[in-house]
């Protein structure tokens, strides 16, 4: 069934009732509770952001002025909100995000820090594993650390889906240089592509 504004609106507002409420009912130690539906709220009001760019483009605006309107580039605003068909099929492509992408790409990236290899490998799909070795992966990585420093830290991953995997960007800071973990998800977790880029790679 198709959303619409003022289902969507009044779900939000239900979920705002819901926040304000349990802050007098609530006891006061128990602020997951309140975090629980903050969030809540934040991603009814998502869901109004979605509706109303599909009723834009439905009344012909282009996505390059939808981006505008959310402060991102069209291929952004068209990755997070766009209904794209899949060719093979004809039928609408799944644009959501691996919900766990995030947490897997930090992993990832800590697995290389520490030089857990066989961890990192041990998630290669069929195409990498025969693609990458072990060995292979500790050389390129290695040749890194070469080129700049050890590893310092890393930022929060960006996340966007790209066809059948979630790709996520992560910058590296390395003691003398700065990279990003480029790294492509399928949704069963396996990992589909790793590259470590310049940071200025887009």
Same mark, same amino acid.
């Given at each position: 069934?198709?959303?619409?504004?003022?289902?969507? %609106? @009044?779900?939000?507002?239900?979920?705002?009732?819901?926040?304000? =409420? =349990?802050?007098?009912?609530? &006891?006061?130690?128990?602020? =997951?509770?309140?975090? !629980?539906?903050?969030?809540?709220?934040?991603?009814? =009001?998502?869901?109004?952001?979605?509706?109303?760019?599909?009723?834009?483009?439905?009344?012909? %605006?282009?996505?390059?002025?939808?981006?505008? !309107? $959310? @402060?991102? +580039?069209?291929?952004?605003? *068209?990755?997070?909100?766009?209904?794209?068909?899949?060719?093979?099929?004809?039928?609408?492509?799944?644009?959501?995000?691996?919900?766990?992408?995030?947490?897997?790409?930090?992993?990832?990236?800590?697995? $290389?820090? +520490?030089?857990? *290899?066989?961890?990192?490998?041990?998630? *290669?799909?069929?195409?990498?594993?025969?693609?990458?070795?072990?060995?292979?992966?500790?050389?390129?990585?290695?040749?890194?650390?070469?080129?700049? @420093?050890?590893?310092?830290?890393?930022?929060?991953?960006?996340?966007?889906?790209?066809?059948?995997? +979630?790709?996520?960007?992560?910058?590296?800071?390395?003691?003398?240089?700065?990279?990003?973990?480029?790294?492509?998800?399928?949704?069963?977790?396996?990992? &589909?592509?790793? *590259?470590?880029?310049?940071?200025?790679?887009?």
């Amino acid at each position: 069934m198709k959303e619409n504004l003022t289902t969507v %609106a @009044g779900e939000l507002r239900s979920r705002i009732d819901a926040l304000l =409420a =349990a802050r007098v009912l609530t &006891a006061d130690g128990d602020r =997951a509770a309140s975090i !629980a539906r903050a969030l809540e709220v934040r991603s009814a =009001a998502e869901d109004i952001v979605r509706v109303v760019v599909h009723e834009a483009r439905e009344t012909g %605006a282009t996505w390059q002025s939808i981006g505008d !309107a $959310l @402060g991102v +580039t069209r291929q952004a605003a *068209f990755q997070r909100y766009g209904r794209p068909l899949d060719p093979r099929t004809g039928e609408p492509m799944n644009t959501d995000p691996l919900p766990e992408a995030a947490d897997l790409a930090v992993t990832t990236v800590e697995d $290389l820090a +520490t030089g857990r *290899f066989s961890q990192v490998v041990g998630r *290669f799909d069929t195409t990498m594993r025969e693609g990458l070795s072990e060995e292979s992966l500790a050389a390129a990585w290695s040749q890194i650390l070469g080129l700049s @420093g050890t590893y310092e830290t890393h930022g929060v991953p960006e996340i966007a889906r790209a066809g059948d995997v +979630t790709v996520t960007d992560t910058q590296l800071c390395m003691e003398a240089g700065d990279y990003t973990a480029r790294i492509s998800y399928r949704d069963d977790r396996s990992i &589909a592509g790793l *590259f470590i880029l310049p940071k200025d790679t887009p």
